[in-house]
């Protein structure tokens, strides 16, 4: 079988700037890569300006190649402004080198519709290049403090417009689709799961202990971290035995909540840093639905 060429453009994804942004995208797009040639592009700013306007970090490994661009955003107001309009004129710029280089890909992958779904809509209109998006973002519900009915007018518009125009949509939840369904536009979509390495995550049989929870993830307030730790803290009271781990909080507010809960005092841990492994081996059942999605935009 042909391996199709599948050009990714990222809104997140890990890179020196931050090595968890999206550290899930970079997981899929691995495992992807066993059945297709995958292109990453990613922009992410930073604010000493490099000597070129931009830098650029590259990375190549079975099957995957990583393009991580830096470019200069100042912090002043008009800075800001300005940084879209830079970043969208580099943007078409690498694609245009891609294109030049590689070809047209067979199709665009948009991790999360905004904003690398801009670039996305203008490669569609002048290339004819199809993408579908996969949305990972949690703001369509009444209950994230970014949510999407609290956006500005232009993000709302973009956010549609991208959707509109995808030929396939792709979420990692049933309730994250729905949400989109009910607060952006009605669309058929597929949910494929974030994929694991099993090797790590896996079943073992071991002797009856402890019993420990484990919790992954920035603990933005979407995660509710307060109240796991508020249950947890109820239910330690009944099993004074059981332990709770919680990992990848970056601001201190959980510990000093934590703290305040005298149960967590001795038993309670919460790592700066989430501990990295090598990937080696993905789930094979998510990849196989992504195969399906692809082939059913482009048949071989």
Known sequence: MTRRKILWLCSWYPGKTDPFNGDFIQRHARAAAIYCDIHVIHLAPVTEKPEAGYEQEWKQENGLTEQLVYYYKSESAIGKFLAHYRWLSLYKKLLRDYIRKHGKPDLVHVQIPMKAGIPALWLEKHFRIPFLITEHWGIYND?????????????????????????????????????????????????????????????????????????????????????????????????????????????????EFAARLVQFQEAYNLPVKLPMKKWQKPCSRPIASYSSVISKIHPV
């Open 143 to 255: 209950v994230a403090e970014d949510r999407f009915r609290l956006r500005s007018p232009l993000f709302r518009y973009f956010t549609r417009r991208i959707f509109s125009k995808a030929t396939a949509f792709i979420s990692v939840s049933r309730f994250l689709a729905e949400g989109v369904n009910q607060q952006v536009i009605r669309k058929e979509y597929k949910v494929i799961p974030n994929v694991t390495d099993t090797r790590f995550f896996n079943f073992k049989e071991k002797e009856e202990g402890a019993f420990r929870f484990i919790h992954v993830s920035n603990m933005v307030p979407l995660k509710n971290a307060e109240g796991i730790l508020r249950a947890f803290s109820t239910l330690q009271k009944e099993y004074p035995d059981i332990t709770l781990q919680m990992v990848g909080d970056r601001e201190p507010a959980i510990r």
